[in-house]
């Protein structure tokens, strides 16, 4: 962004038309030169001069995309708006190359009951405690394990866990563990034998993605909307049963039929798309339909409502809602916290046969990776003498230690980092192809540094040094 604007290289048509705060931006910027940049990033102030010139060049078919995993040292809305601020700066939203705005969609709504008021509030903070993490959204993990650990603001009896792998996804798993050991109940939902169900007061057997109905997939944010809908190609298997039905069946039972008023998954889906003159059997037929987006400025009506759906109508590069929080309404920058003498900084990620913890199990995609590897830079391996393919142990600075893990020294990684595929390591002794093979990224996330604005767990505030094989230090 300094680069940008000191060299008046960004779009400043389309910034003067549909953004608010280019004057305080502009200030602020001044102090982040490429030359400030470069002992932070290892990317030389040429490069990153190089990088901004080759952006301006292109523009408006830019689009600097966060990725799907973004919360990383707690000041993840801040980098997360940078990002998104740059994004303006080179007029990439709504126009072609860009990014897309969403088309809005007819959808045919359900009515329900209103949902009861908790005069105590959501336990996870969302709304709240976190003031810009959205209710409506699947609530954040890691408030309600503090929320069950401490009862506050109110005693927690039980958990109903689906979907989610809750001993592989939730950083601090010792804290996870202890929550679960609080409560009166826990029921577990889920596809395969994995470690919650250990400690499970009942296992609901959902049916596999191949066996049963998914709500509609809507997707309003794609250049042409579609409609999506998943449906059993056989039926479940054994005694597990659909989602949508075990959702319905807990509700009756429980004296909240009202809240699923309808029949079963084509009576939902029909009444979902009726607006949109979809016929059922055609939907079901091709699997999607698309309709005629609007995901450009150009092509926007007066039903499509404001181009950007801020307080101001703009992008608003200078936040007025986070400076009335109290919070800072220009990103700032944050250094992070150093590896200490010995140790580097643990990180992780995907890979593209697997899908999170949820595959190694799975005999095709196993064979492909049946278990992980850690990478470290190849002069860190020499300096600590371990070898390509080497068996070690990796042990953080809470005294936490893996399972044995193949090392893979390389150049394509910093050499203050450690990275992993998450996933594997797996405790659940039914997952016959994947228990104990590789290491789990979790077993090694002890400290957690939480985004005061939305309440996101940054978990690459961890650092693991070097065992051998047998638990000795290299």
Same mark, same amino acid.
């Given at each position: 962004?300094?680069?940008?604007?000191?060299?008046?290289?960004?779009? $400043?048509?389309?910034?003067?038309?549909?953004?608010?705060?280019?004057?305080?931006?502009?200030?602020?910027?001044?102090?982040?030169?490429?030359?400030?940049?470069?002992?932070?990033?290892?990317?030389?102030?040429?490069?990153?001069?190089?990088?901004?010139?080759?952006?301006?060049?292109?523009?408006?078919?830019?689009?600097?995309?966060?990725?799907?995993?973004?919360?990383?040292? &707690?000041?993840?809305?801040?980098?997360?708006?940078?990002?998104?601020?740059?994004?303006?700066?080179?007029?990439?939203?709504?126009?072609?190359?860009?990014?897309?705005?969403?088309?809005?969609?007819?959808?045919?709504?359900?009515?329900?009951?209103? *949902?009861?008021? !908790?005069?105590? =509030?959501?336990? #996870?903070?969302?709304?709240?405690?976190?003031?810009?993490?959205?209710?409506?959204?699947? &609530?954040?993990?890691?408030?309600?394990?503090?929320?069950?650990?401490?009862?506050?603001?109110?005693?927690? +009896?039980?958990?109903?866990?689906?979907?989610?792998?809750?001993?592989? !996804?939730?950083?601090?798993?010792? $804290?996870?563990?202890?929550?679960?050991?609080?409560?009166? *109940?826990?029921?577990?939902? #889920?596809?395969? /034998?994995?470690?919650?169900?250990?400690?499970?007061?009942?296992?609901?057997?959902?049916?596999?993605?191949?066996?049963?109905?998914?709500?509609?997939?809507?997707?309003?944010?794609?250049?042409?909307?579609?409609?999506?809908?998943?449906?059993?190609?056989?039926? /479940?298997?054994?005694?597990?049963?659909?989602?949508?039905?075990?959702?319905?069946?807990?509700?009756?039972?429980?004296?909240?039929?009202?809240?699923?008023?309808? +029949?079963?998954?084509?009576?939902?889906?029909?009444?979902?798309?009726?607006?949109?003159?979809?016929?059922?059997?055609?939907?079901?037929?091709?699997?999607?339909?698309?309709? #005629? =987006?609007?995901?450009?400025?150009?092509?926007?009506?007066?039903?499509?409502?404001?181009?950007?759906?801020?307080? !101001?109508?703009?992008?608003?590069?200078? !936040?007025?809602?986070?400076?009335?929080?109290?919070?800072?309404?220009?990103?700032?920058?944050?250094?992070?916290?150093?590896? /200490?003498? =010995?140790?580097?900084?643990?990180?992780?990620? @995907?890979?593209?046969?697997?899908?999170?913890?949820?595959?190694? $199990?799975?005999?095709?995609?196993?064979?492909?990776?049946?278990?992980?590897?850690?990478?470290?830079?190849?002069?860190?391996?020499?300096?600590?003498?371990?070898?390509?393919?080497?068996?070690?142990?990796?042990? $953080?600075?809470? =005294?936490?230690?893996?399972?044995?893990?193949?090392?893979?020294?390389?150049?394509?990684? @910093?050499?203050?980092?450690?990275?992993?595929?998450?996933?594997?390591?797996?405790?659940?002794? &039914?997952?016959?192809?994947?228990?104990?093979? &590789?290491?789990?990224?979790?077993?090694?996330?002890? @400290?957690?540094?939480?985004?005061?604005?939305?309440?996101?767990?940054?978990?690459?505030?961890?650092?693991?040094?070097?065992?051998?094989?047998?638990?000795?230090?290299?």
């Amino acid at each position: 962004m300094n680069v940008l604007i000191s060299e008046n290289l960004y779009d $400043n048509e389309y910034i003067s038309q549909y953004a608010t705060g280019m004057k305080e931006l502009e200030e602020h910027v001044k102090q982040f030169p490429p030359e400030w940049a470069e002992p932070i990033t290892e990317i030389s102030a040429a490069q990153i001069r190089d990088t901004a010139h080759a952006m301006a060049e292109a523009k408006p078919a830019v689009a600097i995309h966060p990725g799907r995993h973004v919360t990383w040292y &707690g000041d993840d809305t801040q980098r997360a708006r940078a990002m998104a601020i740059l994004t303006a700066l080179l007029g990439a939203y709504g126009r072609k190359g860009g990014m897309f705005l969403p088309t809005k969609v007819k959808q045919g709504r359900i009515p329900l009951p209103s *949902f009861p008021e !908790s005069e105590r =509030g959501r336990a #996870d903070g969302a709304g709240s405690k976190y003031p810009l993490a959205t209710e409506e959204s699947q &609530g954040l993990t890691q408030g309600l394990v503090q929320a069950t650990l401490t009862a506050n603001p109110y005693p927690i +009896k039980g958990w109903v866990v689906y979907g989610q792998s809750v001993l592989e !996804s939730i950083p601090q798993r010792q $804290n996870t563990l202890k929550a679960i050991e609080q409560l009166e *109940f826990m029921a577990v939902v #889920d596809v395969l /034998p994995v470690e919650q169900v250990n400690y499970a007061d009942i296992v609901l057997p959902e049916a596999t993605y191949l066996e049963r109905y998914d709500p509609p997939h809507i997707v309003t944010t794609a250049k042409r909307p579609y409609v999506a809908v998943r449906q059993p190609a056989i039926e /479940p298997l054994y005694e597990s049963k659909p989602g949508w039905w075990i959702a319905k069946q807990m509700a009756s039972r429980l004296g909240l039929s009202d809240y699923f008023p309808w +029949k079963d998954p084509d009576d939902h889906l029909s009444r979902l798309i009726q607006p949109l003159g979809i016929n059922l059997a055609e939907l079901k037929s091709l699997g999607a339909v698309a309709f #005629d =987006g609007h995901p450009y400025i150009d092509d926007r009506t007066e039903a499509d409502g404001p181009v950007f759906p801020t307080q !101001s109508g703009k992008i608003e590069l200078f !936040s007025s809602v986070l400076k009335d929080l109290k919070f800072d309404p220009l990103p700032q920058f944050t250094a992070v916290e150093p590896p /200490p003498q =010995g140790y580097l900084r643990l990180i992780y990620g @995907r890979a593209p046969m697997h899908s999170f913890s949820r595959s190694e $199990n799975n005999s095709w995609l196993n064979d492909l990776m049946p278990e992980n590897q850690v990478w470290v830079h190849t002069q860190i391996a020499a300096k600590f003498g371990v070898q390509d393919g080497q068996r070690i142990i990796l042990e $953080n600075q809470d =005294g936490a230690k893996s399972l044995p893990i193949a090392v893979r020294a390389t150049e394509a990684i @910093r050499s203050d980092c450690a990275y992993m595929v998450h996933g594997f390591g797996a405790q659940g002794q &039914g997952l016959t192809k994947a228990y104990k093979k &590789g290491a789990s990224d979790t077993q090694l996330i002890t @400290r957690v540094a939480i985004d005061p604005i939305m309440g996101a767990t940054g978990m690459r505030v961890n650092f693991v040094r070097v065992l051998s094989a047998d638990g000795e230090r290299s």
